[in-house]
């Protein structure tokens, strides 16, 4: 019997954890460790500053993810994984009964470091998914306007629309950009 290979390298996240709730394949957990095995090693490594501490908690974590990802719903799996990674970390430590108190100033300041780049990396991500839900040509004219820093004229002239029609793209992508991350709580008014 010819049993055909599922190739998990191609699945997007969110279709691994509908894959591994359907048929609790292990691969698919096996797949999630390739993906971020050693993104959950660094931020381990980051919090504990100990290999071997840092190493049990990347394997006590990747051997409970089939149970997390079962009872939780995830809707961004990399954003929701530091977060476990985190909170496992913390945990440790406060079974070793490592107290706030006790950690010197520099490895608070790195953490908050360490949590602000991650935050703006959810940020840019949820942004990213944000300007691709826009309406074509609104998507395309913001990428080209605010990414690629294009003047209205060149984004013009890439999209072949006139000059009204390129601004108002902009301007309505804007106002649609900021519906959408006020959803997320990441566009906060002043």
């Given at each position: 019997?010819?049993?055909?290979?599922?190739k998990?390298k191609?699945?997007?996240?969110?279709?691994?954890?509908?894959?591994?709730?359907?048929?609790?394949?292990?691969k698919?957990?096996?797949?999630?460790?390739?993906?971020?095995?050693?993104?959950?090693m660094?931020?381990?490594?980051?919090y504990?500053?100990?290999?071997?501490?840092a190493?049990?908690?990347?394997?006590?974590?990747?051997?409970?993810?089939?149970?997390?990802?079962i009872?939780?719903?995830?809707?961004?799996?990399?954003?929701?994984?530091?977060?476990?990674?985190?909170?496992?970390?913390?945990?440790?430590?406060?079974?070793?009964?490592?107290?706030?108190?006790?950690?010197?100033?520099?490895?608070?300041?790195?953490e908050?470091?360490?949590?602000?780049?991650?935050?703006?990396?959810?940020?840019?991500?949820?942004?990213?998914?944000?300007?691709?839900?826009?309406?074509?040509?609104?998507?395309?004219?913001?990428k080209?306007?605010?990414?690629?820093?294009?003047?209205?004229?060149?984004?013009?002239?890439?999209?072949?629309?006139?000059?009204?029609?390129v601004?108002?793209?902009?301007?309505?992508?804007?106002?649609?950009?900021?519906?959408?991350?006020?959803?997320?709580?990441?566009?906060?008014?002043?």
């Amino acid at each position: 019997m010819n049993i055909t290979r599922i190739k998990y390298k191609d699945y997007s996240d969110a279709k691994l954890l509908v894959s591994y709730r359907a048929n609790l394949d292990k691969k698919i957990i096996g797949e999630l460790y390739k993906r971020y095995g050693h993104l959950v090693m660094g931020t381990c490594l980051n919090y504990l500053k100990n290999k071997n501490d840092a190493e049990d908690i990347v394997m006590e974590i990747f051997m409970g993810l089939g149970d997390k990802i079962i009872k939780h719903e995830i809707k961004y799996f990399k954003s929701w994984l530091f977060i476990l990674s985190k909170n496992s970390c913390l945990m440790l430590l406060r079974k070793k009964k490592i107290k706030a108190s006790e950690l010197n100033e520099e490895i608070v300041a790195h953490e908050e470091e360490l949590e602000e780049k991650e935050l703006k990396e959810i940020q840019l991500n949820q942004l990213e998914i944000a300007i691709n839900d826009l309406d074509p040509p609104q998507d395309e004219a913001i990428k080209l306007f605010y990414i690629q820093q294009m003047s209205y004229k060149e984004v013009s002239e890439k999209l072949n629309l006139t000059l009204n029609k390129v601004k108002s793209a902009i301007q309505n992508g804007k106002r649609n950009l900021k519906i959408k991350l006020k959803e997320h709580d990441l566009f906060k008014s002043a």
